[in-house]
């Protein structure tokens, strides 16, 4: 498993990845992993309010990567949204993907659970 | 073609036992009525719904309201755009009868909600996120928390700012007798209620709701048969943004929103200041304070200051969401949009009773997703 950004031949990333760049319409043809990489706390917060099979409370970070090392990326940072492993955090701290197999249950909310996968990163406080 | 619209219902907003066949014919009779219109001369009727087969298990919603309103044979269909299909609806509405494709077109938006748990209604409405955020157990509340504690960080604004917000909603939600909720609340109530995603509390969140309202559109020749009191849609605009809400280049703001409410500038040829009222989509507090920077009201990272000034109160400079805003009125996903409709329709004809203000120009802003797609629509008095 992998945090895995997109790439168009403009150096425009995104993460998720898209068929299209959203930015410019080229194929995201090209890809590269995120979760070697740790990330700064942009916003958070901490939900009391979560829908069935999902952890109770439940909280959410969005995250940035720096990226200028990237060959042929134009952009600077990529973002990503995840859940947080613990409740301490604060905007600025830096974070590492960790992996989990199962972010919630998926036979518990609206969705068909084989419609997609279920596992995926958290962001540990480093 | 101008394009006027010269009825306007809405069922009480709340708790409701109506499901949503009983909803929708009682706000599209009572607009049929109010604007003198019989059944049989509508041509196009638009049924605004978000998600009736998830929330009810009911569907095809456009043809139970068409043979229950004996409006066959209408065109008739359905509009989803999340919780903007009432603004799609007015959207399609006004096209209708602009392309000259229908000379009597009839809106009517519903949601029936309040029958699911709260867990059960939020992953209905979270349905609408990408997979790699919904899969984290996102909201739309948790994108709302996380939204406004960077605006607030960023710009350095303080937290009573955004409870300012839900106290003027509630105060103006009393005038309103379809309100869900026609109570005021103090600050101290707004800023000590439960956390539901930090910073935000529960009354930095509309409630969920059932309810109905309804719009009847006509051509401008043809209000002025009927009525001597009608409204102009002089501009309109939509836009979507990105789906996943992290991908923005700026958090703070809402690119639909500035998109749409520039092409309905331009095509109604008026600008912010020319603005006497408006209702935009108060689904938290926070989104409020983006919308009316959005709009071109306020600069960025300023809309705070409106609200701790009073300049958007009943009787401030340019009065938000007379109507109680979702905040208090309720948030009944696919009638939303054609409430805020109502709401300046009733304003711009003086129908508004004790919370009727001085406009002759106002504006709705529809927001679907969180900010994934937006309808801006402004009306004008007729002359």
Redesign the interface.
């Given at each position: 498993m992998t945090l895995e950004a997109g790439m168009c031949s403009n150096g425009h990333v995104?993460?998720?990845t898209h068929p299209l760049c959203?930015e410019c319409g080229e194929p995201q043809e090209e890809t590269f992993d995120l979760s070697d990489r740790t990330g700064e706390v942009?916003?958070?917060?901490?939900?009391?309010?979560?829908?069935?099979?999902?952890?109770e409370p439940?909280t959410?970070?969005?995250v940035e990567f720096d990226i200028t090392d990237v060959d042929g990326a134009s952009d600077e940072f990529v973002?990503?949204?995840?859940?947080v492993t613990t409740d301490e955090v604060e905007?600025g701290d830096t974070v590492e993907p960790v992996y989990v197999e199962e972010?919630?249950d998926p036979d518990a909310?609206?969705?068909v659970p084989e419609?997609?996968?279920?596992d995926?990163y958290r962001w540990d406080p480093v | 073609m101008g394009v006027a619209v010269i009825g306007a219902s809405m069922t009480k907003f709340g708790q409701r036992d109506a499901w949503i066949r009983e909803l929708l014919s009682q706000a599209g009779e009572e607009c049929l009525t109010d604007a003198g219109v019989a059944p049989d001369d509508v041509e196009h009727l638009y049924v605004s719904n978000m998600s009736s087969g998830e929330f009810e298990g009911q569907t095809g919603i456009m043809n139970l309201l068409a043979h229950d309103l004996g409006v066959l044979p209408a065109y008739s269909e359905r509009v989803d755009q999340t919780s903007s299909s009432g603004g799609a609806g007015i959207y399609e509405a006004w096209q209708s009868v602009a392309s000259g494709a229908s000379e009597m077109t009839l809106l009517v938006g519903a949601e029936k909600m309040t029958h699911k748990t709260t867990g059960q209604a939020t992953d209905i409405i979270a349905s609408i996120t990408h997979p790699d955020e919904y899969k984290h157990g996102v909201t739309l509340p948790s994108f709302a928390g996380m939204t406004a504690r960077h605006y607030l960080e960023r710009f350095d604004a303080p937290r009573e700012s955004l409870a300012r917000v839900a106290v003027k909603n509630h105060r103006n939600g009393v005038d309103n007798p379809k309100a869900q909720f026609q109570k005021e609340i103090t600050m101290e109530k707004a800023l000590e209620s439960p956390i539901i995603a930090d910073p935000l509390r529960l009354y930095d969140f509309c409630p969920i709701t059932d309810g109905s309202a309804a719009l009847m559109f006509t051509t401008e020749e043809r209000a002025k048969e009927i009525t001597d009191e009608y409204a102009v849609v002089s501009g309109i605009g939509g836009a979507t943004d990105t789906h996943v809400v992290h991908e923005r280049d700026d958090p703070t703001v809402m690119g639909g929103v500035v998109e749409s409410s520039e092409q309905a500038y331009e095509m109604a040829g008026l600008g912010p200041d020319d603005l006497d009222v408006a209702e935009l989509h108060d689904m938290f507090t926070i989104l409020e304070f983006l919308q009316l920077e959005g709009i071109g009201v306020a600069d960025q990272g300023t809309a705070w200051e409106l609200a701790m000034d009073g300049a958007t109160a009943k009787d401030g400079d340019l009065p938000i969401n007379t109507s109680g805003g979702l905040k208090s009125k309720g948030h009944p996903l696919g009638a939303s949009g054609v409430a805020q409709g109502v709401e300046i329709y009733e304003q711009l004809v003086g129908e508004a009773g004790p919370r009727q203000v001085e406009a002759d120009t106002a504006l709705a802003c529809n927001v679907g997703g969180f900010g994934n797609c937006v309808i801006t629509t402004i009306m004008e008095a007729a002359e």
């Open positions: 995104s993460y998720p959203p942009v916003t958070w917060t901490h939900s009391t309010a979560t829908p069935p099979g999902v952890r439940n959410l970070a969005i973002r990503a949204l995840g859940q905007t972010l919630r909310g609206i969705k419609s997609q996968d279920w995926g | -």
